[in-house]
């Protein structure tokens, strides 16, 4: 059965900061929906590590605490709202990946920086709203399961970076997929009105045999009531890799 899905993040971007209204209608006719409500979308940030500012934790003048600010300080907690533009009721953040240059950049060092300026983003965001990442190929290495893509990078580093951020998000941290070695795909529940949605972030390079694969097939399949919204690195990966398109048939 073809699954129902909100819309594919599937961009990859360097330095804009992307904005989506969506509309979630109401299933019961006693429901005066319907409700909008916004996603956020960071770009790829490794390019900010290689300056001064980012790679000395100098969070104080960090460029990427000043976008998820920026979204924190436009968010209304009273949310979801009847306007017609979801402006202000931000339901999560998704970060593309590329979080640190590990692909011909000293990624090792990198994730130093990238922790200090995130567990500052977590602190801000802790109870208010969930944020997570699907890791792109400079965040790791081809030495784990299902990642073997590109090299150099950080594997291990990106595994600890994730556990690491999402600990301290609270009750807005995003949980990882049961059943997926290591924890690369993470997911957040929402609802809006009385219609169930699922924040899904999946890694690049995440191969349809793999366990990884199956375990995130296998979520979705677990969850048939629930719209989905996938986040993923890939930007062209419908028509060359098949294995995403898969997903919506799960």
Known sequence: ?????????????????????????????????????????VPDTQAFFWSEAESHCATDSSQIVDMYQWILSHHDASCPQGQDNGTGCYQY???????????GGDGTTMWTPA??????????????????????????????????????????????????????QGTSASQFVPGTP?????????????????????????????????????????NPDSLIILNSHMYYGWDIHANYRVLFFA
């Open 115 to 168: 922790t200090t300026t995130f567990t500052k983003i977590a602190a801000l965001y802790k109870d208010k709203i969930p944020f997570g990442f699907a890791t792109g190929n400079h965040d790791y290495t081809g030495t784990g399961p299902g990642h073997g893509i590109y090299q150099p990078g950080n594997y291990e580093q990106a595994k600890d970076f994730l556990t690491s951020i999402y600990a301290l």
């Open 1 to 41: 059965m073809k699954r129902n899905f909100v819309v594919v993040f599937v961009v990859v971007m360097l330095g804009t900061l992307s904005l989506y209204s969506l509309p979630a209608m109401s299933a019961s006719s006693g429901d005066p929906g319907p409700y909008y409500f916004s996603i956020a979308q």
């Open 93 to 103: 953040v998704f970060h593309v990946g590329d979080i640190v240059d590990g692909n």
């Open 182 to 222: 290591p924890p690369f795909s993470t997911y957040k529940r929402f609802t809006i009105g009385n219609v169930k949605f699922i924040a899904l972030n999946v890694p690049f390079g995440l191969p349809e045999s793999g366990t990884e694969f199956k375990a995130v097939q296998d979520f979705i399949k677990s």
